[in-house]
């Protein structure tokens, strides 16, 4: 059965605290995405990586940052959290083989509430 | 401009009835993918239904099917004898081939299905 799991189902910091929010796969994906999502705006892509070491900006990068070291985890990073990035993060991964008909696969998000 | 469209916040459909939730997409690509994703209330992404910019027919998977019209670039995903189960929120999303790294979502749709 394939996976993608994130370290926490919720997540409660404070103000000014760095954040870790990890992600693994276990289908040997190339790409891992991660978004956020708020009500009425859908899911917004913050950063995502197709390789290891390599990143890409998404539409909301600001006040986050993001590392792969190996292929199966990609690690979102709040370096000083602030109340407007409550939100539920969303990690995902697919594959590149196949071009554009492979989805993504999803984990079970991480509810973080910053205080 | 917006990539993913689904202008249906919420909607409410009757036990054992059909509901179609609508999407249209813009892209310039020849060659994308069109899916839908389901969300309960618990928060996974599961996913749907995939059709693809050359698929001549009209997706289908059980009771869910996609109603692709490729000129009007619309992907309204049709559910058929609604559940209860069904009740959740619903995002349609593409990913182009010209840029197959990145998905686009919409803001999704919210549907209840009443007993």
């Known amino acids: 059965d394939v996976k993608v799991t994130q370290s926490s189902r919720y997540l409660v910091k404070r103000t000014g605290e760095k954040v870790f929010l990890e992600c693994v796969q276990d289908m040997d994906h190339e790409n891992m995405f991660w978004y956020r999502q708020d009500p009425g705006l859908g899911l917004r892509l913050i950063y995502f990586?197709?390789?290891?070491?390599?990143?890409e900006k998404g539409d909301i990068p600001e006040g986050y940052s993001v590392s792969r070291e190996k292929k199966e985890r990609f690690s979102l990073i709040l370096e000083s959290a602030s109340t407007n990035q409550t939100s539920m993060y969303l990690c995902a991964s697919s594959s590149t083989s196949g071009g554009a008909d492979n989805e993504q696969f999803f984990g079970p998000g991480t509810r973080l509430t910053v205080l | 401009a917006q990539k993913i469209t689904q202008t249906q916040p919420g909607m409410f459909v009757q036990e054992k009835e059909a509901v179609t939730l609508d999407c249209t997409y813009d892209t310039s690509d020849q060659s994308y993918g069109l899916f839908w994703y389901k969300q309960p209330s618990s928060g996974e992404m599961i996913f749907l239904i995939y059709q693809g910019s050359y698929d001549e027919q009209n997706a289908t998977e059980g009771r869910y099917s996609l109603n692709f019209q490729k000129a009007r670039k619309s992907a309204n995903l049709v559910i058929s004898a609604s559940q209860l189960g069904d009740s959740a929120m619903y995002f349609c999303?593409?990913?182009?081939?010209?840029?197959?790294?990145?998905?686009?979502f919409g803001s999704g749709t919210k549907l209840n299905v009443k007993p």
């Open positions: 999303a593409m990913r182009e081939k010209g840029n197959f790294n990145k998905f686009y």
């Open positions: 990586s197709y390789d290891v070491k390599m990143k």
